[in-house]
């Protein structure tokens, strides 16, 4: 007699053998969409090696890779962003009118947990984060919640040609007085003193800018940007950075030209041409330069200052900041690539590249008398004197327009400071 323990037994055998076989279900699918402004065929290297190293990390993911130049980026952001089939994973430009709009249109996720998740606060100081953050209704930057986290560090100062410096008896000034003097001594040789070109606008904001800073004292340009209280634009530095520009312009110490000049091409070829013998632009510029040239031909040094300040008060700070869409499907698988692209891994990378992480290089890596050196002690000399300034298309988006009415003659420099000022107030 079958014991009812034993008949129980056999129900449930023939019960899971009457239960049909479930096929094995393979790990979904997942497309991780990223937007970044890696345009350049130096940088596609190191971000393929990143993907790679990220897509065998995460089996059945596969990153679809879309790159813009950063003006195209900025443009189109808002609409994709929008979009559920937009970029989980995006480059976002600071200030109130790009992070800040998309901010306010509740675009962007707020990063906080994840940057206490994967310790982002300790990459870089707080000071630079702060660029990367904003209030809740997007109005002000400087503050609030993370929205972004940056891999590479920028400083836009002056790139030079070594041999044409010993050609003309020229060493790198320490004065504003100094580097004038050298403007015209390379004039008169008959080079190009400083390589510009200004088809897209957004290069005259570094080039007028860093003119500006090197007038300014760094509250004023920092309360300008962050929207404190009591910012103008119409102070003394931005009248005497407006004549002073044009009267480089009106004295032949720019590209000839320059309006019509575009600067990822043009403009990298007459400097590496070694037509011109200075660049005043970023140092993401390196990577280019050193395919053309090499690492010791040109070196990098900041632009004096114009009021005497010890530590040269120069724009900079970090690159676009990698953000993730408020609607992504996939936020934490997101802040896993963020997490890789701004780590120890890229920083690597980056550097072996030529360019400066935002995450400190160790010295003893250094060759000096490089132009990586250069870059990274020009970064370290700003970084560690509070003197790292700001793009002023942050927080004024026709910064570019009203700097291509100066430099086109269009407008005086009074009445380019009041344009920028008017500007300024009809901000929301």
């Known amino acids: 007699m079958i014991a009812k323990r034993q008949l129980l037994m056999l129900f449930v055998v023939f019960a899971l053998l009457a239960i049909p076989l479930m096929p094995t279900v393979a790990q979904d699918e997942v497309t991780l969409v990223v937007w970044d402004n890696y345009v350049r065929d130096a940088e596609q290297e190191m971000i393929e090696t990143l993907h790679a190293q990220f897509e065998e990390a995460h089996p059945g993911v596969t990153i679809q890779r879309e790159s813009y130049e950063t003006g195209d980026l900025t443009t189109l952001l808002p609409r994709a962003l929008s979009d ?4 989980d994973v995006a480059m976002i430009n600071q200030g109130v009118a790009n992070m800040g709009a998309l901010v306010a249109a509740n675009l962007l996720l707020p990063l906080n947990t994840y940057a206490d998740q994967y310790d982002w606060w300790s990459r870089y100081g707080m000071g630079l984060h702060a660029r990367n953050s904003a209030v809740a209704d997007g109005s002000q930057i400087g503050s609030g919640d993370l929205y972004g986290v940056s891999n590479i560090a920028e400083v836009v100062a002056i790139f030079y040609h070594k041999d044409i410096f010993n050609e003309l008896g020229l060493s790198v000034p320490t004065t504003f007085e100094e580097f004038e003097a050298a403007l015209t001594t390379i004039k008169d040789a008959g080079y190009v003193p400083i390589t510009f070109g200004n088809v897209e606008a957004w290069p005259g904001i570094h080039t007028y800018g860093a003119i500006l800073h090197s007038y300014s004292m760094p509250q004023q340009i920092d309360d300008l940007i962050f929207g404190n209280e009591g910012a103008t634009f ?176 269009v407008v005086t420099p009074d009445e380019f400071v009041a344009n920028m000022e008017a500007d300024y107030e009809a901000l929301p």
């Open 234 to 409: 119409d102070f003394d530095g931005a009248h005497q950075s407006a004549a002073k520009f044009q009267e480089w312009i009106d004295a032949g110490f720019f590209s000839p030209g320059f309006e019509g000049m575009d600067n990822d091409v043009a403009a990298l070829g007459e400097f590496t041409n070694k037509e011109s013998a200075m660049w005043l632009a970023g140092s993401w510029n390196s990577g280019p330069i050193i395919d053309a040239l090499g690492e010791e031909e040109v070196g990098f040094f900041l632009l004096p200052s114009a009021i005497g300040a010890e530590t040269p008060y120069t724009i900079g700070g970090v690159g676009l900041g990698y953000g993730i869409r408020a609607t992504s499907a996939n936020p934490d698988l997101a802040a896993e690539y963020i997490d890789l692209m701004t780590g120890s891994d890229a920083a690597a990378l980056l550097f072996e590249n030529d360019y400066m992480p935002a995450v400190a290089v160790d010295p003893s890596l250094l060759t000096e008398g490089t132009l990586t050196a250069d870059l990274i002690n020009a970064w370290n000399t700003i970084s560690s004197g509070n003197a790292v300034g700001h793009y002023l298309d942050w927080t004024m988006p026709d910064a570019g327009a009203r700097i291509q009415e100066l430099a086109g003659g």
């Open 84 to 87: 559920e089939g937009g970029p």
